[in-house]
């Protein structure tokens, strides 16, 4: 962390009254915000402290009298909007509490919002946390004068399969609108019409009724058409001080009166927001964004909010399962299972013929997941083959990780980011595979160089108004490369505090990482690296990586391995292990004698992962669902989901992430199982609970200096475009697609971009394709998608989504990006 | 000796002599005490020429007051659809914590209530309801009522927690079962104020050509003779036998739909 070189400079503060009581505040504070800090409540409906002020429902009137040129206190002549007022020295402001003209006009403009608010309550899902109806108890007239017919609307509307909208209970606040034009940059809806017609929707022509006249222009548009297609449309359901907008997935679930509040860390990505998980009677109804200033702020994303129905499928497993004599899964007894997995176990690794075991943890684990999977490998199975990277990986990205990203702590934050003059993102999709990183990027637009090298321009970088520098992938080694000298971008760079973010798509590409390094060094830049999952970074700093131990020491060195012998109380196999790729195609081919696989979907993984299940021997499965692993699995343990279990989720910015047990069932984490398991094989990982694991991994702390792997030094491949035929595959995950924690959640599903295969508009020529649909072919397979040719698109590309519907690459490809497929006009 | 001898010893002793019991009340004259025996059977003549008051329940049943909190009942409109919307207001009063209700949407096929909601599971715990009526005072649309029956006793915990089809009210006689559409041209509001008051053509044919079997349709009526309280009890026995999902007490949660 480096400390900035400007002083703060001594904020400027402003004193004033607020019905009575001296407050000072720095200068600039609205009135409302002063009164919060001496804890005086105005009602308030448009104004939140995250949006610009906007002073459109006009409930926070209160009574302003400010000095003058000569210095005399004067009275406003009428109330004024305390959230768009800003205070100045000397003013005197009366609330409600102590003004009657601010009381009777706040109880006047509670009453023209009933006017056409209905008195639906009992059936609104709002009722009984309604910041309206609350204010309207509270700073309201107890009988309405009104007794005319009120306006209303169809409802709902829908804006998206997930978000509904009641016109007739808007009180046209304009929270949900300036939080997506402000906030996420997807103005999918707007005021439209006006006077006592005024309504929020998306663009509708027939509410807008332009009598025969064609609008001018073309709306923004995007593959999925129309509808409200944000990844962050969610946060303006809970914004809503009304019930105006409510979700699909909760609608008519409950009340609040019935959820019992726990809050807790999302299992979705690798940013650690905070949520709050709402459940009545052992099942999760909804998910709140929880406010945490330093990482998430206020939002989360959709797939955090409403990808929660996967932990309680009807595949879910509460027992353990046993392959019996009849080839069939059958419950059995954990004593039971435990034996006949350590059993297996011993039996693979055991012996003279012993081919051996590896473990695939997945990297959705939390950091005691990933720790007690890693003496697990280690100690009781005896081998370092283990590996929780089950997507593109390479040898050098571990190298990369081991020497400058594990153990190293809190880097950049997402402040840093924030501030960051310029950020280039490289193999990085911020909106699609850093969810709410996206936001903060989006909150310094303006201010903000970013640099994106990327195959083309996606809208999430557009959004972030970013500088493409087209690539296709294989050539991020070759462009950062060319980040020097004076491009726009090595300039950018050389500003104090600009941060350069690599995904972890980099690591399909040969070099780029080694470049990545080089070009943090010659620029000054800070380099950060950004995973996707939740427990990327755990399993990193956990030592879920063949070639490291936890505290990113590398098994090559001998100080290092002597210390995590010494500390576990045992002896280290030798030798570095085989990677997740090594280990999928040696068990494909019959070389490995047992396999323990925890959350990994095999539709995820490239490389022959079924055949590999099928041929290995003996294949142990920690599930929280019944999967496709389940179907080759010889025991399968039942694990604890998210909620279910206590442990702590490493950020991306190696913050610590701990959440509590939000639902207490008797269902185990993985350390816990783990640790039963290892009992069983004789060894005794003493991982059974989360603070075990915890005092453990703080007596191991981080790599010594000399413990860590070299930096890597590769050198760039290079790639040959060639025209014609055979096109570079480009792909990554879209935020909201078919990911196995999405699943049983239709309303997010249908929130999701419709897939499409992208090419540049000379390819498009060059291959004869227009439009229609097209075929995306490897050796293994085809798919099949609509076409988009995309202007500024690198040449010589195709991108694909990685698994939205219709666009499992893995699966149906069979290749990584990177790799060269066919692309053909028509179907196949 | 024990202890507590000893200190009645003391007291003895510092009361000087044990004194006779005296009564305070006012003692009989010579002509009381020769009837004293008998006396006592007083009270019990008296009564053998007084009216009485004895009820000979089960035997004979006799209707309590009018305003009896008794059972409740969740009402109907007078075309059948149901009064609950599963606002859960009624669990909200509740002191007792016996009310739980779930909501969800009416659908173009399955309406139930008038407007977009209805109570899709209604429970109400017999084993914790005392019987307030502080539900019956915050329902909304004069969905839950209660009714006279008192006879809530039971073998199982189980069978007293009643379930929505158990508490609904009988169908009247031109009523049709829900779920079929509200009647044409009316919204919500037109039921809340009671303007609905019989059942229209549309929403017969409509019952008619999704659930031809009904028996509250006019051409099955009097074909299964129905005896509402027959009706109940024979869901009280289903409860008893089928594994249940949702009670308010279990926790059989998991894994399962609710």
Known sequence: MTATPEKAAAVETVSLTIDGTEVTVPKGTLIIRAAEEVGIDIPRFCDHPALKPAGACRQCLVDVAAPDREGNVRPFPKPQASCTMTVMEGMVVNTQHTSEAADKAQKGVMELLLINHPLDCPICDKGGECPLQNQAMSNGRTESRFIDVKRVFEKPLALSSEILLDRERCVLCQRCTRFSKEIAGDAFIDLQNRGAMQQIGTFNEDVLNFDGYEPIGVAAEDESGKAFSSYYSGNTVQICPVGALTSAAYRFRSRPFDLVSSPSISEHDSSGSAIRVDHRRGKILRRLADQDMVVNEDWITDKDRFAFAWQNLADRITRPLVRGEDGELHEASWPQALAAAAAGLKAATTGEDAQGAAVLPGARVTLEDAYAYSKFARLALGTHDIDARTRIASDEEQAFLGATVAGSGLGVTFADLEKAPAVLLAGFEAEDEGGVVFLRLRKSLGRQQVFTIAPFLSRGAEKLDATLIPTAPGGEGKALAAVKGSTAASEALKAEGAVIVVGERLAGSPGALTQALALAKRTGAKLVWIPRRAGERAALEAGALPGLLPGGRSVTSASAVQTVADAWGGTLPTGPGRDAAAIVADAAAGKVGALVVGGVTPSDVTGPFAEALERTPFVLSLEVRRGEVAEYADVVLPVAPPSEKAGTFVNWEGRLRGFATAIPTDAMGDHRVLDLLARELGTDLQTGSVADVYAQIAALGSAAKGERPEVPKVETAKVDAKPGASLVLASWHQLVDEGALQEGEPYLAGTGRTAVARIAPATAVAAGIADGVVTVASAHGAIELPVVVTDGMADGVVWVPTKSPGSWVAQELGVEPGALVTVKGGVA | ?258
Not at chain 2, 112 to 125: A, K, L, M
Request: proline fraction near 8%; charge should be negative.
């Open chain 2, 1 to 258: 000796m024990t202890e507590s001898d000893d200190v009645w010893k003391v007291n003895r002793e510092r009361d000087g002599q044990a004194k006779p019991f005296e009564s305070n009340l006012p003692q009989a004259g010579p002509v009381g005490k020769i009837f004293a025996p008998v006396a006592g059977f007083g009270v019990t003549m008296r009564n053998f020429f007084k009216p009485t008051v004895t009820e000979q329940y089960p035997e004979k049943k006799v209707a309590p007051m009018p305003r009896y909190h008794g059972r409740h009942q969740l009402n109907r409109y007078a075309d059948g659809l149901e009064k609950c919307i599963g606002c859960e207001l009624c669990a909200w009063a509740c002191p007792a914590d016996a009310i739980y209700v779930e909501a969800d949407s009416n659908t173009p096929d399955e309406q139930y209530s008038p407007g977009e909601r209805y109570g899709r599971v209604y429970q109400i715990n017999y084993l914790r309801c005392i019987f307030c009526g502080l539900c019956i005072e915050a329902c909304p649309t004069r969905a839950l009522t209660m009714t006279n029956e008192y006879e809530l006793a039971g073998p199982t915990r189980e069978g007293l927690i009643y379930e929505k089809q158990d508490l609904l009210a009988p169908m009247g006689e031109a009523m049709l079962a829900a779920p079929h559409p509200m009647v044409p041209g009316t919204v919500d509001d037109d039921y809340y104020r009671g303007d609905v008051l019989k059942v229209v053509e549309e929403q017969t044919e409509w019952v008619r050509e999704n659930r031809p079997e009904d028996p509250t349709l006019p051409e099955n009526r009097g074909m299964h003779e129905e005896n509402p309280e027959h009706r109940r009890s024979e869901h009280s026995d289903a409860r008893l036998n089928v594994a249940r999902h949702q009670t308010a007490n279990t926790a059989s949660w998991r894994g399962g739909s609710i």
